[in-house]
Every structure is written in C-alpha cells, then in structure tokens.
Nanobody
Framework: QVQLVESGGGLVQAGGSLRLSCAASGRTFSTYVMGWFRQAPGKEREFVATITRSGGSTYYADSVKDRFTISRDNAKNTVYLKMNSLKPEDTAVYYC?????????????????WGQGTQVTVSS
C-alpha cells in the first residue's frame, strides 16, 4: 500500500514556473514507476510524465516536452515535476501516481495508487 500526497500547486502567471512534489509513504517507493497526470475542468485526465524506478529514464507528453521535467529522490520517497514556461492551457489539477509495473506507463489504468491532486492555475 502506498499513500501519495502532492504539494506545490498554486497560481502563476504565464511564462512562470512551479515545482510540484509528491511524497510517498512506505518503504517500497523505489519499486514503483511514478507518473504525473492532470485533469482540466470538463476534460478527461491526461498523461503528463513518467519516470522509471531508478530515475534513469523519463517520458513526456508532447504538450509538455522541453518545458516540464520529472525527477525522483528515492532516499526521500519523493517525485517531482518542475514546470517551466507555463501556459494557461496547463491549468489543471495535477495528480501523481504509482505503478507496480516494470516499465514506464502513460496509461492511467496502469497505475495502482493515486494522490489527491494539487491545483495549478496559470493566468494569461
């Protein structure tokens, strides 16, 4: 069982930056592939980024590639999402998730555990 708690969301102007954090409970954090997803009002949840267990490989949605960076610190049981050059269309609730599968995953259904989400609002 893994519990995930996101933090770091807020209101930022377009072009600004935010760093989201997701703290995980338990001793097995390093055995999970971690991912970030987001859901804007009236839209379906969408994949943002994912990272392997060791942190050695990452994968991004095209919409955030070259602007967002996912990373993890297994010693701190935490995964991060650094968001630069934010746009109004990045406004959403951001969720972190943990998958017990071996490879990075972009499908939400591949993730076993989810956080409660943190709101990111980008003003124009």
């Amino acid at each position: 069982q893994v519990q995930l708690v996101e933090s770091g969301g807020g209101l930022v102007q377009a072009g600004g930056s935010l760093r989201l954090s997701c703290a995980a409970s338990g001793r097995t954090f390093s055995t999970y592939v971690m991912g970030w997803f987001r859901q804007a009002p009236g839209k379906e949840r969408e994949f943002v980024a994912t990272i392997t267990r060791s942190g050695g490989s990452t994968y991004y949605a095209d919409s955030v590639k070259d602007r967002f960076t996912i990373s993890r610190d297994n010693a701190k049981n935490t995964v991060y999402l650094k968001m630069n050059s934010l746009k109004p269309e990045d406004t959403a609730v951001y969720y972190c998730a943990a998958s017990s599968l071996a490879r990075v995953q972009s499908r939400g259904s591949a993730y076993n555990y989810w956080g409660q989400g943190t709101q990111v609002t980008v003003s124009s």
